[in-house]
């Protein structure tokens, strides 16, 4: 039975310079990177469950013709979501509106090739 999410592909154009955003502006880790194909493996934090695995978008697309490499939809909890959003902000990343739902409050920001994460903080 599945009992847990372990990393998310991320098929991108720049693999190096979506690495670097994650790393920048979200203070993720690098927790593994290989040369053939480029590839890097991010995360929150080192002991993180969950990564995200950055791969060549034309690299894959060549592999895997059946592949839909388009950005999966990808929700990230946070513990003070006002600061996540203001420390974003500073660093230039663009970011949508704080809105307030049932369930907690929400925004979403964009990477370098805009794709469109969301950040929650759950009520």
């Given at each position: ?8 592909m991320l ?22 990177k ?90």
């Amino acid at each position: 039975m599945i009992n847990k999410i372990g990393q998310v592909m991320l098929y991108v154009n720049d693999v190096e310079a979506v690495a670097t955003f994650w790393e920048d502006k979200l203070n993720f880790v690098v927790r593994q990177k290989s040369n053939e194909p480029l590839s890097v493996e991010l995360a929150p934090t080192e002991d993180s469950e969950t990564s995200f695995v950055l791969h060549d978008k034309e690299f894959i697309a060549k592999m895997s013709p059946e592949l839909h490499l388009g950005t999966p939809s990808i929700l990230l909890y946070s513990n003070d979501l006002e600061k996540d959003y203001q420390n974003l902000q500073e660093k230039g990343v663009k970011v949508g509106a704080i809105v307030e739902l049932p369930h907690g409050k929400v925004f979403n920001f964009a990477d370098v090739e805009e794709n469109y994460f969301a950040v929650i903080e759950p009520k």
